[in-house]
């Protein structure tokens, strides 16, 4: 299982905002910044996530983005589904693969990515920041 960068970024994003203090606001410029990605990038990971409800917007002068809702009520593997556009391992309507009407193998697959899923579903974001300290180590470098 590979997910996209898409999906890996906003993971990121959501551990990079979990460890800052209380009520205090990130940006979108900060996250690209750490992350060393586009901004325009970043905005569209930010509003996906946000879309989700996994993050606040504000905007303004004093705005900034933060997690919406606690950290431990964020799931993982849910915000894996949330963020990917296809969890299909293959895809198999585009092909012109010659097993499709007996194939086992999209089957397999499909199994195997529920199980990743199921895995991931164990973990909050709590779960993915219990090292703060060296992720508070990392953005102020």
Known sequence: M??????????????YLAQL????LSSVAEVSKV???????MVK????????????????????????QPQADINIGQVIRDMENHLDAVDCKTSSCQLMANCEL????????????????????TDLVTNKQQIIQVRED
Do not use: E, W
């Not at 990971?45 to 946000?50: P, R, V």
């Not at 999209?106 to 974001?125: G, Q």
């Open 35 to 41: 992350y060393n990605i586009s901004q325009n990038h």
């Open 45 to 68: 990971i930010a509003g996906k996530l946000k879309k989700h409800g996994y993050l606040t917007a504000i905007r303004g002068k004093n705005g900034g983005i933060c997690l919406a």
């Open 2 to 15: 590979r997910l996209t960068t898409f999906t890996d970024l906003g993971l990121r994003t959501l551990m």
């Open 21 to 24: 203090p209380a009520g205090q």
């Open 106 to 125: 999209k089957k397999a697959l499909s199994n195997a990515m529920d199980a990743f899923l199921n895995v991931m579903d164990d973990y909050s974001l």
